[in-house]
Every structure is written in structure tokens, then in C-alpha cells.
């Protein structure tokens, strides 16, 4: 049984440039989450899916951040023109439709905008 | 505002020592979540409390979650340096959408 993966772990990139990050559910998981947390705070929510349905996205969530889960499995994580304060760890999780909340989460992904 | 007050932020005890950590909110909760997260890892689940007035033992871990279903505490007996990590409390709004929302967490060290 394979959990939630997350690639790439560790990314470090120049101010302005795009990255994606991927995640990969548990395989009968309905629901994927992005969360971002920096250090010293909680996970912050981002967006979720049910399926392929992107259903509800953060208002503080900038334009420049977009999310696809295009088959109802894995899902994408964009960020164009990134910015120092992008600089976080970004974290999927995902979970059953009969959850009363738990979440199953990767390891995240940790980028360091220079 | 944090939507889950965690405290205390952060607890350093020496091994053996008991401790408690709480998350209290004014909003109401369908069901509530502790995690434990280590540095550079994903939060980890430990529990789900859905019931006010619930108590869930997991070994030396003691969860209770509110009678009103707006505060959640967790109990460590006799703690153990492996027990170090941060510790997230999370929760399900009732009447709100499905997005779990998190507490800031209480980093916990137990020196040996």
C-alpha cells in the first residue's frame, strides 16, 4: 500500500522563474488537498478536489498559483513568476469521500525562492 | 485569527514528565484531528475525535475533545524523546465547507 507521494522534495529556484509540483494520491482517494505551511504556522489551505473538480480554492491563493488534477488522480501545482515569499513547504493530502476529516498527507515539497 | 487556538506554542520536558497541549475555538466542530509532524515530513494522523465529551487513548497518548465540540485537548503520559515533533491540531467546521482547517501547533522537545 503505497501512501501520498510528492515530487520533487526539494526544489530551489531563481525569483521570477515557474515551478509544478506533482502529487500522487492514495489510489482510492477521492479528495487531494494542497496545503502550504511555513515555519512556525499550521498548514494553510490552498485547494481541493473531488475527482477531477477543483471545488473550492483559498481567496488569499494568487492568481499566479493554479491546480489540476485532470484524471481524478495525480494533481499538479503551479506557480508562475515566482516570489521570495513563495518560500515554503507545499503539502498535498487526500482522503476518502466517507473522511470525517482526516487527512492522508506526502511528504511535501520544500521551495526556496533565491 | 487563528480559526484553532493552539497552546501552549512550544513545551521542552524532560523524559518522564506529563504534558498537556489544548486547541480551543469559538466555532463549532463536526469532527476534530491531532497530527504529529516531524522536521521536513508530512503531518502524520494520530486521531479523529467526532463525538463532544470523546476520550481516545492511543499507549501513553490521551485525546478528549469538548463537551460543545469547540476545544480538544492532548495528554502525554510519561514522555519519551521519540515523542518529539510538532503537534497540529485540525478541525471540520460544522455547516462549513469540507476543508480542514489547522491550528499553528505546539512544538514539543523531550530531552532524554
Known amino acids: 500500500d503505497t501512501g501520498v507521494s510528492q515530487d520533487p522534495r526539494h526544489k530551489i529556484t531563481k525569483r521570477g522563474q515557474n515551478v509544478t509540483f506533482r502529487c500522487d494520491p492514495i489510489?482510492?482517494?477521492?479528495?487531494l488537498y494542497w496545503y502550504r505551511q511555513t515555519l512556525g504556522q499550521g498548514p494553510e489551505f490552498l485547494t481541493y478536489?473531488?475527482?477531477?473538480?477543483?471545488?473550492?480554492k483559498s481567496r488569499l491563493l494568487s492568481d499566479r498559483f493554479s491546480a489540476e488534477r485532470p484524471k481524478g488522480s495525480f494533481s499538479t501545482l503551479e506557480i508562475q513568476r515566482t516570489e521570495q515569499g513563495d518560500s515554503a513547504m507545499y503539502l498535498c493530502?487526500?482522503?476518502?469521500?466517507?473522511?470525517?476529516?482526516?487527512?492522508?498527507f506526502g511528504e511535501g515539497s520544500r521551495l526556496t525562492v533565491l | 485569527t487563528q480559526l484553532l487556538e493552539q497552546s501552549p506554542q512550544f513545551l521542552s520536558i524532560q523524559e518522564g514528565e506529563n504534558l498537556t497541549v489544548y486547541c480551543n475555538s469559538s466555532?463549532?466542530?463536526?469532527?476534530l484531528q491531532w497530527y504529529r509532524q516531524e522536521p521536513g515530513e508530512g503531518p502524520v494522523l494520530l486521531v479523529t475525535?467526532?463525538?463532544?465529551?470523546e476520550v481516545k487513548k492511543l499507549k501513553r497518548l490521551t485525546f478528549q475533545f469538548g463537551d460543545a465540540r469547540k476545544d480538544s485537548s492532548l495528554h502525554i503520559t510519561a514522555a519519551q524523546p521519540g515523542d518529539t515533533g510538532l503537534y497540529l491540531c485540525a478541525g471540520v467546521r460544522t455547516g462549513g465547507s469540507y476543508i480542514p482547517t489547522f491550528g499553528r501547533g505546539t512544538s514539543l522537545i523531550v530531552h532524554p
Open positions: 493530502a487526500s482522503s476518502l469521500l466517507s473522511s470525517t476529516g482526516e487527512l492522508f
Open positions: 475525535v467526532v463525538t463532544g465529551g
Open positions: 466555532s463549532v466542530f463536526s469532527s
Open positions: 478536489f473531488q475527482n477531477e473538480a477543483q471545488l473550492e
Open positions: 489510489s482510492e482517494h477521492n479528495r
